[in-house]
């Protein structure tokens, strides 16, 4: 019979953790936090460029149609997310890579199920445009 492993003796789960916790690292000390810290100085006196965001890509002419108006302010928002976005996707390939290495975990109780979610996905601390790609990989993954 062939000898199991723990999954600390695993060396692809310690280094998929490893690249994890390198990208979580990367984004919020160069992007997320330094960005909030930025908006919280900005507070009261911020003003919103665009209908949803306060950075402009392409500004959006009052005068313009619905549909064009509608086109600018997507890639103006698509410009303001692009990091966010970018984080979400590697690090969702990463989780992704990370469950086919780990045993499933997984209770009868529904309750303790979505305490254990709420475990696994707190510590990441992202921002709703960022979830989805993430919770779609961490749900595929089990």
Not at 67 to 92: H, L, P, S
Not at 102 to 114: A, D, V
Request: with cysteine.
């Amino acid at each position: 019979m062939a000898k199991e492993t723990s999954i600390l003796g695993n060396r692809r789960v310690i280094l998929i953790s490893i690249v994890i916790i390198s990208i979580a690292i990367g984004f919020w000390s160069t992007s997320r936090y330094p960005t909030l810290q930025g908006k919280a100085d900005m507070t009261g006196i911020i003003h919103l460029e665009d209908t949803l965001t306060h950075e402009v890509f392409i500004h959006v002419d009052e005068n313009a149609s619905f549909v064009e108006k509608v086109a600018y302010t997507t890639v103006n928002w698509a410009w303001t997310n692009r990091q966010g976005m970018t984080f979400a996707v590697f690090i969702a390939a990463a989780f992704m890579t990370l469950f086919k290495y780990l045993p499933r975990y997984r209770s009868r109780n529904r309750f303790l199920n979505s305490l254990y979610g709420l475990a696994t996905g707190t510590p990441l601390g992202v921002c709703v445009n960022c979830v989805a790609p993430i919770a779609k990989a961490m749900y595929e993954g089990g």
